[in-house]
């Protein structure tokens, strides 16, 4: 079954560290992958997307993720954390014949330490 | 460009009630989708509109959940009767066509809790 893993459901990292959310996909068919970030009460907004382009893809915020087949992963960093940063994040799996519909992983819930 | 308007965002009732929730999608935007949001876990898909057909309703419980799209732009979903794990949070996506790579908007959610 098609499905998506993401490790940690709580990460802390200290404002200016690196920030370093893990996904995995399950999955024998090429996958479009996202990334979701949701405040307190908000919807959720779209970070960044893998649609089969470049592997290495780069969002809002300074974010980027990059896609890895051989290990079917699509990471998010960040070089340096910020007090805004502090959220939870979605990772989301869906293909070419799913209609748009999204598979979510559990979601990370990120703090941030002055 | 205004984004995806929900109403209520907040919901308090009691098992066996019923209760409804409205969605209006952005403009022009063809397809819709009603996620199920419950604490602690990640949205799941409970319908998923193309104008004002039903795409997939294939996760959505039919024996007390519904929804409708009239007129393919705004939608209502219907949950009567209500239970104890339907507590959530509900939301609304619009995406301009139904593929992959097409960015799905989010709407504010409401958050339905049920005693």
């Known amino acids: 079954a098609q499905s998506v893993t993401q490790l940690g459901s709580h990460v802390s990292v200290s404002e200016g560290a690196l920030v370093l959310l893990r996904c995995n996909y399950s999955s024998s068919v090429p996958p479009y992958l996202f990334w979701y970030v949701q405040y307190p009460n908000q919807g959720l907004q779209l970070l960044l997307k893998y649609t089969s382009a470049a592997t290495l893809v780069k969002g809002i915020n300074g974010f980027e993720a990059e896609f890895k087949k051989s290990e079917t992963s699509f990471h998010l960093t960040k070089p340096s954390a910020h007090m805004s940063d502090a959220a939870e994040y979605f990772c989301a799996v869906t293909y070419y014949n799913q209609g748009g519909k999204l598979i979510f992983g559990q979601g990370t819930e990120l703090s941030v330490k002055p | ?115």
């Open chain 2, 1 to 115: 460009e205004a984004g995806v308007a929900q109403s209520p965002r907040y919901k308090i009732i009691e098992k066996r009630q019923s209760v409804a929730f409205w969605c209006n999608p952005i403009s022009g935007h063809a397809t819709l989708y009603w996620y199920q949001q419950i604490l602690g876990q990640g949205p799941k898909l409970l319908i998923q509109f193309q104008n004002n057909g039903v795409v997939d309703d294939s996760q959505l419980p039919k024996d007390r959940f519904s929804a409708e799209r009239l007129k393919g732009v705004d939608s209502t979903l219907k949950i009567q009767p209500a239970k104890l794990e339907d507590s959530a949070v509900y939301l609304c996506a619009s995406s301009t066509r139904d593929r992959g790579t097409n960015e799905q908007f989010f709407g504010p959610g409401t958050r339905l809790t049920v005693l």
